[in-house]
């Protein structure tokens, strides 16, 4: 069964940085469209980035352009999400998804984590 563990949330100032992790067991993740989604209480889950399976392309949501970064690395088996210049407004629960086609719509995901907690406060 496909597994995804999510960690390296917490609570971080604005302006400071986190990298989330986003790791699989009992299978290899560069088979697979990798997605970073997020829901905040009260809303929607949200499509944040994803990286392709094949040539590497990436993906972000207007909201985190220039402030966060996915990779993979695949020898780890681990994908992540760099994220800089935090803002209150990325206060949520942040999962990562695995599929086989790419876009930040959460349908196209077939395999989800179980979250990782991020808050951006002072």
């Known amino acids: 069964q496909v597994q995804l563990v999510e960690s390296g949330g917490g609570l971080v100032q604005p302006g400071g940085s986190l990298r989330l992790s986003c790791a699989a067991s009992?299978?290899?993740?560069?088979?697979?469209?990798i997605g970073w989604f997020r829901q905040a209480p009260g809303k929607e889950r949200e499509g944040v980035s994803c990286?392709?399976?094949?040539?590497?392309?990436?993906w972000y949501a207007d909201s985190v352009k220039g402030r966060f970064t996915i990779s993979r690395d695949n020898a780890k088996n681990t994908v992540y999400l760099q994220m800089n210049s935090l803002k209150p407004e990325d206060t949520a629960v942040y999962y990562c998804?695995?599929?086989?086609?790419?876009?930040?719509?959460?349908?196209?995901?077939?395999?989800w984590g179980q979250g990782t907690q991020v808050t951006v406060s002072s």
């Open positions: 998804a695995a599929g086989l086609y790419h876009g930040l719509d959460r349908s196209v995901y077939d395999y």
């Open positions: 009992e299978f290899t993740l560069d088979y697979y469209v």
């Open positions: 990286i392709s399976n094949s040539d590497g392309n990436t």
